[in-house]
């Protein structure tokens, strides 16, 4: 018998961290502009995730975060029970690229089709959660990251 903790660990996880940010999609990025052809674009804003802030504190964006970019490679494949959908589990792959933010923690990065993790960091202490994200071609997708402030 398959021992569940682990992918569904994950899976918490994720919807966990999907309630930290926001995904929409749109016509053009944030320059105004299509992506090239063949390629998606990703764009957003890294800020403060307003759940961890210490009382009385303002949320901001930040400047000069690193945004990096990793394709997501299948690890492997599962049913939580017979009649379910298969689940595919990812681990991280090989980093594709890697972008700061600029003025008011605006972020964007062109990349081929297909799937990846991006995450965010500021600092040795923030940090944003691991995003899987599907790009497809001529497609812009909007992906805020939300910084955690730890040791």
Same mark, same amino acid.
């Given at each position: &018998? ?14 966990t961290l999907?309630? &930290? ?8 990025? =944030? ?5 090239? =052809?063949?390629?998606? =674009?990703?764009? !957003?804003?890294?800020?403060?995730? *307003? ?6 504190? $303002? ?8 945004i990096q ?12 029970? *017979? !009649?379910?959908?298969? =689940? ?9 690229? *890697?972008?700061?933010?600029? +003025? ?10 297909? +799937? ?9 202490? $923030?940090? $944003? ?6 790009? +497809?071609?001529g497609e ?12």
């Amino acid at each position: &018998m398959k021992n569940w903790g682990i992918p569904l660990s994950l899976f918490v996880l994720a919807l966990t961290l999907g309630s &930290m940010l926001s995904i929409s999609c749109g016509p053009n990025g =944030q320059n105004g502009t299509e992506p090239p =052809q063949g390629k998606g =674009q990703i764009t !957003g804003v890294v800020r403060d995730n *307003e759940e961890h802030l210490a009382l009385g504190s $303002s949320p901001q964006t930040y400047e000069g975060a690193l945004i990096q970019v990793y394709e997501a490679v299948e690890a492997g494949r599962y049913r939580l029970a *017979e !009649g379910e959908p298969e =689940q595919i589990d990812y681990e991280t792959g090989d980093l594709d690229a *890697e972008v700061k933010s600029g +003025k008011g923690g605006l972020w964007e990065v062109e990349l081929e089709p297909g +799937k990846y993790f991006i995450r965010a960091f500021y600092g040795d202490t $923030s940090y $944003s959660g691991d995003v899987l994200i599907e790009v +497809k071609s001529g497609e812009v997708k909007k992906l805020d990251l939300e910084l955690i402030h730890g040791v």
